[in-house]
């Protein structure tokens, strides 16, 4: 028997009721959003527009996790290469604003 929480379940399997490895993608990327955004899935003390999250907010590999059709969805191990490559685009960022304010470390 599945269970989950709403805002977490994949599209997929509500229509077809089969869950699948990339149903597990779906659910990563609602968590990834909830964390990068700092708030829960579904808010209901928001405005309409921003009270289901992934409604409000579709961007970047997060996205890609959330598509409706799982076939449309990365595999994990894509997810953490983009994740990956994000950490050392960051890492770089921050290297280059030290150094151009004369922080240096």
Do not use: H
């Not at 799982?70 to 997810?79: A, F, I, K, T």
Request: charged letters at 25%; hydrophobic letters at 40%; aromatic letters at 10%.
């Amino acid at each position: 028997m599945v269970k989950g929480s709403f805002g977490y379940l994949d599209p997929e399997y509500l229509t077809r009721q089969q869950l699948t490895e990339k149903s597990d993608v779906y659910s990563f990327g609602v968590v990834m959003f909830e964390v990068l955004c700092g708030r829960p899935v579904i808010d209901p003390t928001l405005p309409r527009e921003k009270v289901n999250l992934i409604e409000w907010v579709m961007r970047e590999i997060a996205e890609k996790c959330l598509a409706e059709c799982g076939l449309d969805r990365p595999s994990m191990g894509d997810v953490l290469w983009n994740l990956e490559c994000a950490l050392q685009l960051q890492g770089n960022e921050e290297k280059s604003f030290r150094f151009s304010v004369g922080l240096g470390f």
